[in-house]
């Protein structure tokens, strides 16, 4: 009941060479603008990037840069932009507020990388498994700069991933490749794809290794951590870079686990997080929690980018496996059978759903989820309405007062 | 041996409220004042009234706990909690758990579930929206132009009640400009806005055995409570004085320190 005094996670000496991967990223792609090559892709993050990478594009992520309008706190400024022209805010504010910050050309990629604006695309890739949100908003950039839009469109609710899942998905694969082959200029070589999911795997894996450490007692790391090393898993997947980097985060995180090292000083309790970040409140929020001694250990968000499936010998079969086993495309079954097996392995105390209001897909708490898994885990559950990056949608006050209420409620469980 | 006495202060949107009781919880004083647009002053008004009710000296008091909205503006409290845990923790003084609390506040509304040990076992605030809350009634009141005291006893002696859909507080004011201008009569709207009220309660969580209300909204306006009994069918109880139940039970934490 002490009043809470704020304290500050600790950063991670990776982080350096986190921040110079992500500036060559995006200083590559502006060169090869200025150059004309090679062409540009813009692929969704858990679109089929390992194709367009072995076709010799680079690639660029959209939710990335909504990602970096949240954190940046731009995004609010101009989602009324792209309301205005007919977009409603009540869709994905990534897409709104990527689509209002290119309508009045500026991009948070100025201030962070020297960039002037974002990388036009050469062709526009997406996969609806997160949701048909994607697919307008590449649309909105095919129809600006008459550019090809590609796109696979995978099954929803997705309760066993079954063959003719893997059929149909692999084949919408193969029939991108004849455009991206005009558009890059390039032959489809079977192989380079071979080692590029391969790399992939490599970093999925890696991914895999550097979340699970959460599991420790007590964790090395925290959400909040996470939704920012995941950037090369998102962006660089299919590259060494991306390997190598996760090889020195994860011996970093082994060492702080061997010597006890906690990313939450006198962590007390263990959460898990489901649903979007709310990326203009991350440091906030993070300074919340530390200062009652809570970590985030786990979340479904940054479990995202985990591929398990991908191999190198049927690299289209697989990527289509991959990208269809994801947690967001699966059926309320599969997806409380997942959080529930998160939930136990990291010994989590509690749980908080993120209703998050423009991506319903990814928030779980509207069909009553969360009372039934409180009910069967014995786990408390909290609901608290936000947005990823509409802070409009999101009222200060009560969040902080939810989060420190259900703290309490943990504490009095404990005594 | 001195006497020991601890103190609650529950710093709400609208009103601040003081507690002060003694070693043995009895409840000594209590003071409520307009929350204002210092929350510091209001707390320290608050508390030296308070103290004044009580006869009882700054420096005899050994703990105070804040809540509330500004619970972070109380500079002499010795620590805080959040209202969740203190509305709980007030109803528990009067009735025994399993008890569910709704607290109808001046900005927000919160639904607390207490198991028969008296430990929390959920709870739902309003999402971003005033609809339901005090501000509701308090719009509501300037758009009849009538005085907020007057609210409970137009809706208590309604001949009946005019059923308003909207959910929006800005929506229902203009439905309730559509019911005056169709002729309705005024107490019969007041009713329905408090069945309004009532509705916005419901959708929030299930009530579930004794409900006990808090909060100045039922302080004064307790045909609120006839109301959520006629609808729910459950026990429903006031504690003596809602609107301090908040700070009461940052008292009782305070005891415990």
Not at chain 2, 36 to 41: E, L, V
Not at chain 2, 154 to 182: M, N, P, Q, W
Request: charged fraction near 25%; charge should be negative; include cysteine.
């Amino acid at each position: 009941m002490s009043r809470p005094e704020p304290k500050i996670r600790k950063t991670f000496a990776a982080a350096a060479q986190m921040k110079k991967l992500m500036a060559d990223h995006f200083l590559a792609l502006d060169a090869a603008k200025r150059e004309g090559k090679p062409k540009v892709a813009w692929c969704t993050s858990v679109g089929p990037a390992e194709l367009l990478r072995a076709m010799g594009f680079l690639v660029y992520y959209p939710e990335n840069h909504g990602a970096l309008l949240g954190a940046t706190r731009m995004a609010t400024d101009y989602i009324p932009v792209a309301n205005s022209i007919g977009y409603s805010p009540d869709i994905c504010s990534y897409l709104t507020s990527d689509v209002g910050a290119y309508l009045k050309g500026v991009t948070p990629l100025t201030k962070a990388y020297g960039l002037q604006s974002i990388p036009e695309a050469d062709v526009l890739v997406y996969n609806t498994n997160q949701c048909r949100d994607v697919q307008d908003w590449f649309a909105f950039y095919a129809r600006e700069w008459n550019v090809p839009l590609l796109g696979v469109h995978t099954h929803r609710n997705i309760k066993a991933v079954e063959d003719y899942h893997i059929a149909d998905l692999a084949a919408q694969m193969k029939a991108m490749v004849p455009t991206l082959e005009e558009v890059s200029g390039n032959r489809f070589d079977i192989d380079k794809l071979r080692e590029v999911v391969g790399l992939s795997l490599e970093c999925t894996k890696l991914w895999r290794q550097v979340l699970e450490c959460g599991a420790a007692k007590p964790a090395p790391l925290t959400f909040f951590d996470a939704t920012i090393h995941m950037a090369p898993a998102v962006v660089l997947r299919g590259l060494p870079e991306a390997v190598e980097y996760y090889k020195v985060l994860l011996k970093e995180l082994q060492e702080r686990i061997e010597n006890k090292v906690a990313a939450v000083e006198g962590e007390r309790h263990r959460i898990y997080w489901d649903g979007m970040p709310i990326w203009g409140k991350l440091r906030d929020l993070s300074d919340q929690f530390s200062s009652l001694r809570t970590n985030i250990v786990a979340s479904t968000y940054c479990n995202s980018w985990i591929f398990d499936a991908f191999d190198p010998a049927s690299p289209f079969e697989s990527m289509a496996r991959g990208y269809a086993e994801l947690f967001i495309v699966r059926d309320e079954s599969y997806k409380e059978a997942y959080m529930d097996q998160w939930i136990k392995d990291f010994s989590v105390d509690g749980v908080i759903f993120h209703d998050s209001r423009t991506c319903p897909n990814n928030s779980n708490s509207r069909y009553c989820m969360p009372q039934r898994m409180s009910d069967r885990l014995n786990v408390p559950a909290l609901v608290i309405n936000g947005d990823l990056n509409d802070l409009r949608c999101y009222s200060e006050e009560q969040t902080r007062t939810n989060i420190e209420a259900f703290i309490e409620q943990l504490d009095e469980r404990r005594s | 041996m001195s006497r020991k006495f601890a103190g609650g202060v529950d710093v709400g949107s609208c009103t601040t409220k003081a507690m002060i009781i003694d070693g043995e919880r009895r409840l000594l004083a209590s003071r409520v004042i307009y929350s204002g647009t210092d929350f510091h002053a209001a707390s320290l008004q608050a508390w030296e009234e308070c103290l004044d009710g009580a006869g009882v000296s700054n420096g005899d008091v050994t703990s105070i706990v804040s809540t509330g909205y500004g619970r972070k503006s109380v500079s002499f409290a010795t620590s805080s909690l959040t209202e969740i845990s203190c509305h709980g923790r007030g109803c528990l003084y009067f009735f025994p758990g399993p008890i569910t609390v709704v607290d109808i506040g001046g900005q927000d509304n919160k639904i607390i579930k207490l198991d028969a040990k008296g430990q929390r076992v959920s709870f739902k605030m309003n999402r971003k929206c005033a609809a339901g809350t005090g501000a509701f009634l308090e719009e509501m009141a300037l758009r009849l132009r009538l005085p907020m005291e007057q609210l409970d006893d137009l809706a208590r002696t309604a001949d009946g009640e005019v059923a308003l859909g909207s959910y929006c507080t800005v929506f229902s004011a203009t439905e309730v400009l559509e019911k005056i201008k169709a002729g309705h009569p005024v107490p019969r709207i007041v009713r329905g806005l408090f069945h309004s009220v009532v509705k916005r309660i419901l959708e929030m969580d299930t009530l579930t055995d004794t409900v006990v209300l808090t909060g100045g909204v039922i302080e004064h306006n307790p045909f609120l409570a006839e109301l959520i009994k006629e609808e729910t069918g459950t026990p429903v109880q006031i504690p003596p004085h809602p609107q301090v139940t908040g700070a009461l039970g940052a008292a009782l934490y305070a005891l415990d320190a």
